[in-house]
């Protein structure tokens, strides 16, 4: 088909559970994995005669993201009832936010599709709202079981513009906030738990126009990749569609990832009348200067600033700014070994960074995939690395030493000198201990010695070997060499 004559138009509505410990509007937990209906009181169930009271940090989380993707904050606005019927909604309405949401007009930074960075989405609005409840329909061979400790679990809702062009960048849209939620702490990201939802709206038109065609909506993605799949899959009907001169449906679809395919859920016929109004429970939210200077002040730097300063004040490669930023107790670990490693050894923060990075870029990122740990976990604490890396600075540490040293320090606790020391892995460069040895290494192999006295001077490396083995430590082997060549040209 003519793929290359059509272009695809992607807007993206990415829900984040807030990370709060309470709901949006009443007192029980929001955590989830609880046993079923035991985290609901009748505030979230909607018994009458309850009133909902908003938790303060819903808003304060909302600002976070709001600050953090450059949007305007909104010093007053209101929640509304948006209704319709659904067993896992119990109270007969959502409440979220419609005319007014709490942020508008900001933008997120993506890499494009040549890899350039500085692609900006932008976004409409995000707003505050609760979650419903989750119906279940694959436990009961008879009905659906409803769980409602997801009723009023706090939510904001982040809706872009139609700006992304494929689903790569769909994709990396949704790392992206993946990414800023957790840096800002307001959500854990979890796709699989569905902390972090993704319904893709898309429509196609020929490349080179500006109107926007029909699009469907599709839902029930899980992973970066189910998103990638499930765009290629609809952008591909849709254009085989419009090629062969049909229209496009607007309707939202299911992707279904066992059969890898989108199907039709519902059409716009079929689409909800929500008659939204003030919520009448609820006072408005106002946002004062005050607060919004105190939220500004506890942001994080972010993951684009921090990437920078590496590259720039710290002269990392820009790849490993990247991986090192990605996550940020991992750009954490890494800042405080380098902080250490510069105390210790008395030089500035820029020429130890390479070396941290390259011990973390590879042997504590090995461990931490293979093991699924997470970095604050990581048994190997910022100062007993920059310890294990000083004494590879100094020369003390041979590097297959220092990789078993490194391996050592995953289990076992203490001072990676000591540790190194009782299991003979620094180098000795200590000539005095060292000279007994290649007096007898040569006393004892003759024939050799009277062959590199001849001219066959590459036995040098046989001697070396022969003291190394016979020393009951790691001698620095460029010492070694040094005092046998000594010691053979007196004999001359
Ligand atoms: P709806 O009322 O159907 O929810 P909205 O106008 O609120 O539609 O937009 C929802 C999302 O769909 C936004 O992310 C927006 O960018 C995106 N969108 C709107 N129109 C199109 C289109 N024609 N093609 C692709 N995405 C679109
Ligand atoms: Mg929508």
Redesign the pocket.
């Known amino acids: 088909m003519a793929e290359a004559q059509y272009e695809a138009?992607?807007?993206?509505?990415v829900h984040c559970q807030l990370s709060t410990a309470t709901k949006a509007f009443s007192p029980e937990p929001a955590a989830y994995g609880a046993e079923p209906n035991t985290n609901v009181d009748p505030i979230s169930l909607g018994h009458p005669g309850t009133l909902p009271v908003l938790n303060e940090r819903v808003v304060e989380y909302a600002v976070r993201m709001g600050l953090a993707t450059h949007s305007r904050i909104a010093r007053r606005s209101v929640f509304a009832r948006k209704h319709y019927f659904y067993p896992d909604l119990p109270k007969g309405y959502q409440i979220s936010q419609f005319e007014t949401p709490i942020c508008e007009g900001g933008f997120i930074e993506i890499e494009g599709e040549d890899g350039a960075p500085g692609r900006k989405i932008r976004l409409?609005r995000i707003h505050m709202e609760e979650d419903a409840g989750k119906s279940i329909h694959d436990q009961d061979p008879y009905g659906t079981l409803l769980d409602n400790n997801r009723c009023g679990v706090p939510l904001i809702e982040i809706?872009?513009?139609?700006d992304i062009r494929t689903p790569g960048e769909a994709a990396r849209y949704v790392q992206r906030i993946r990414q800023i939620v957790r840096y800002l702490g307001i959500c854990d990201g979890n796709m699989e738990q569905g902390s972090l939802r993704c319904d893709a709206?898309?429509?196609v038109r020929r490349s080179g126009e500006t109107a926007?065609?029909?699009?469907t909506?599709v839902k029930n993605m899980n992973s970066f990749r189910h998103i990638e799949r499930a765009l290629a899959y609809e952008i591909r009907r849709q254009i085989d569609l419009v090629a062969r001169g049909g229209t496009v449906t607007q309707e939202t679809r299911l992707w279904d990832a066992d059969r890898m395919e989108t199907r039709p859920m519902r059409s716009k016929e079929e689409a909800h009348d929500y008659r939204y109004f003030p919520d009448p429970d609820l006072v408005p939210v106002v946002v004062t200067e005050a607060w919004l200077d105190a939220i500004r002040a506890t942001l994080p730097e972010m993951p684009e600033a921090r990437r920078r300063r590496y590259v720039e004040a710290l002269g990392l490669p820009p790849y490993d700014a990247a991986l090192l930023t990605e996550e940020r107790g991992l750009a954490d670990y890494f800042e405080a070994t380098v902080a250490n490693l510069a105390e210790r050894t008395g030089r500035a923060a820029s020429e130890v960074a390479k070396a941290v990075s390259n011990v973390i870029m590879t042997d504590v990122l090995r461990v931490l995939k293979d093991e699924g740990l997470d970095v604050d976990a990581f048994p190997v604490t910022p100062d007993r690395l920059a310890a294990l890396i000083h004494l590879r600075l100094d020369d003390r540490l041979g590097s297959s030493a220092a990789t078993e040293l490194f391996e050592v320090m995953l289990r076992v606790d203490g001072p990676p000198e000591t540790l190194a020391r009782e299991r003979n892995l620094l180098q000795v460069s200590d000539a005095g201990a060292l000279a007994p040895i290649v007096d007898e290494v040569l006393a004892r192999h003759p024939k050799q010695l009277a062959q590199y006295l001849g001219g066959k001077e590459g036995l040098i490396g046989f001697f070396i070997g022969q003291v190394m083995r016979a020393f009951p430590g790691s001698p620095d082997p460029r010492l070694v060499r040094k005092l046998l060549i000594e010691r053979i040209e007196k004999m001359r």
């Open positions: 138009v992607i807007g993206l509505e409409t809706v872009s513009e139609p709206n898309v429509s926007l065609g029909t699009k909506e």
